[in-house]
């Protein structure tokens, strides 16, 4: 059984690895959401001393990882986002080890963070995702999140500039 825990600096090298063996069967089909300098180390050690990564561990190893915290890009300001009064949290980097996806543990991951948000009172959850990954697009839509717009980050390569953004509502 996998369980879920706050990641420690001493685990950095091996999340550092989960991702770039994730942006690695990414780039093998062709979609290039990550690349060799996102997610970097500098994330990773950034989202670690802020106690904001989370790993998913299964027979004492990481095989998955995610970032919770309240950080939205300043793109989604145009985003018509459903909670507009509430405590949002935003969700990124979500990432299940090559050889454990499609497996179920994607959508684990994501009910661990929905019983998360609703442990420290959030209302809804917040994220984007690369227009061009469709599996990562499903997920997140067969886990009752809602597509509400999309956003173009300029500074990304120009085929993997669109994000489409999604907000699932938290019922406490």
Not at 1 to 23: G, K, P, R, S, V
Not at 59 to 67: F, H, R
């Amino acid at each position: 059984m996998a369980d879920t825990i706050l990641a420690e600096e001493h685990q950095t090298e091996e999340i550092f690895h989960l991702y770039q063996a994730c942006a690695e069967v990414l780039a093998a089909q062709a979609i290039s959401q990550w690349d060799e300098n996102y997610p970097g180390r500098d994330f990773i050690d950034r989202a670690i001393r802020n106690k904001e990564l989370y790993v998913m561990m299964e027979d004492k190893s990481i095989i998955g990882a995610v970032i919770l915290n309240e950080e939205e890009t300043l793109e989604w300001e145009a985003i018509e986002w459903r909670d507009v009064i509430g405590k949002p949290l935003v969700l990124h980097g979500l990432c299940i080890s090559p050889t454990h996806q499609r497996k179920g543990y994607g959508r684990r991951l994501i009910e661990w963070c929905d019983n998360y948000a609703k442990e420290q009172d959030y209302t809804s959850i917040r994220l984007d995702t690369f227009d061009g990954n469709p599996v990562s697009n499903q997920l997140y839509l067969h886990n009752d999140f809602q597509l509400r717009g999309f956003v173009e980050f300029t500074h990304r390569p120009s085929d993997a500039q669109r994000y489409n953004c999604y907000e699932k509502w938290i019922t406490i």
